[in-house]
């Protein structure tokens, strides 16, 4: 695949999955929220070709779960159940993500909520 | 590993299991089960649109003489409080799949994942009454249905069936803990002023009831022209300001301020000085001081009066009013209303009463964060610490609106003929005010959440203004 031809799959996939966690209602605003703007978690996912994750999706940041931080520890629990939810309903992944290379291929998604989007 | 390939390696030079590990990580690496350093791709996925979390709260099990009624009353308040929030759905009991839950049993996940349930957490609870003593007993379980986990649980036992509604605030209170990571507001309580329809304006009497409008009772039988209460953020005292004659005038009235303790019924006069009159008093976040208004020959300033020694101190020395006073969680910083500004405008110092930075630039011991057209009243610094409340009058409307502490992000909340006297809920999630609908309605408490959602009308036997939200009140009950 040509360096072209990647950039445009990645910006498909890009689009595909946020679509999925959006439109499928699986990640809502957070924005009421304490301290909103501050929040923000990342999952490590990679997805086989039955439409479902291969492994279960790794926290990335925080590495760890913040024992003294109840907003974050929800917020992180919310993403989690988002990728859970949207797993369940199945992942619709275009048929290039399984071309893209080096495979097998990693994705961080970053949750955030509106009033923190930069 | 054999004994013979552990030799060679050794010989080697090698540490064995330092090469096993090697082999492991070469293997998983392969075959995609370790993640690198870095992904490939990021996505950033922003929550656009606010969706309520839908959960399940089927009726509690019941176990005793009694408990049948008392669970489906509790989990009915429940419902009605987990739902008057916004921040969830409730999954229409008719659409339950599992009609045979069993609070020792796990949940059958995918009946409560199914499309027309999609729960994504549910309640599973019991009430034991326990016939040699009649204590109570409430105990629930918090399923996470997409992680198919029990996520929460606790039991509380009270010694009678009698507390059964606090018991469902505070199980309400905890499910909005554990599911939104703020503490909760049901298990509080509202004083405000009850109005009757049609009355002089002036005449009002203090009323308490619980937030969702139960159990309304009139306080302070002997008193019936009262303004401004204001909650402690700590206990059950309140600070209120009441018209009563004035002994050196005959026919004349005095705006005396009282402390008032609902629990015991002990009440003070608070402050009265020969030729001043005191008013807008408020708390300080730890319940040991006030901050008030003092008027002296037509000026007002801020005054801080420490409770336990009654000492007080100046804070604002300046000829414009200084009214309005109201503490940062924290208690180190004040917000109130000034017309130094030309028009009443929001004003933050120090609780000390030294300079500081401005939010715009320069030092000050006052910093001006409002710049706006409008008459601004009644701030409310939030518990929360992040936004002040206030009411805003301009463009022929009085709105409730919020503002950061620095004077960034105003928003206006709610629009009305009159809206006005803001009070925060003790998680800083909720404003409850006063709206007046138009000219000649009878004033009706409303509550509106920070984001501008969920305006609701909140009971109220009567006409009410001035809502002061209290604390969250304190367990009573034995908690595992």
Redesign the interface.
Known sequence: MGAGEMRRT?VT??DF??AQ??NK?C?????????AARLQATF?V?FSNNGKF??EP?L?EPAREPIND??????I?HA??AL??CN?LGWQLPPEYFK?E?????????????IG?R | MTARKTLIALKNGKDPMRQFKSFVIAIAAIM??I??AA?????????????PMRIAVPDFEADGAGAAEIAAQLSDVLRKDLASSA?FELVDKAAFIERDLSFDMAPRYPDW?VAGVAA?ALIVGNVIINPANNNMTVQFRLY?V??QTQQFARQYTVATPLNWRRLAHRVADDIF??????AGYFDSRMVFVSKTPGEDPVRGRLAIMDQDGANAEFLLAGFTSVINPRFSPTDQRILYGAYVPDPKYPGATLLRTYLYDIETGRQEVLAEGPNSMDYSARFSPDGRSIALSRAVGGNSDIYVIELARRTQRRLTNDAAIDTSPSFSPDGKMIVFVSDRGLGPQLYIMREDGAQMNCPKGGRDTTCRITFDSGRFTDPVWSP?G?WIAFSRQGDGKFSIGVIRTDGSGMRILTDGYQDESPTWSPN??VIAFERTASRGAGPKLWSV???GRNLRRMPTPRDATNPTWGPLLKVEAAQQ
């Open positions: 990645q996939v890009q999955i946020r966690l959006i209602r990640w809502t605003d957070h924005s009421d929220m304490a301290d490590r990679r291969a492994l790794e990335r109840p907003p974050m520890q929800v917020f629990q989690r159940t859970q939810k369940n893209l080096p495979a097998p291929y990693w994705i961080d998604l970053v949750f955030v909520p509106k989007a | 995609g089960m993640t690198p992904a490939q791709l990021r996505v950033t996925v922003v929550g656009e649109e606010y969706v921040v994942q994504q996470n997409f992680g803990t554990q599911l939104t990571g703020d929360r992040d800083g999630r959440d920070l984001t």
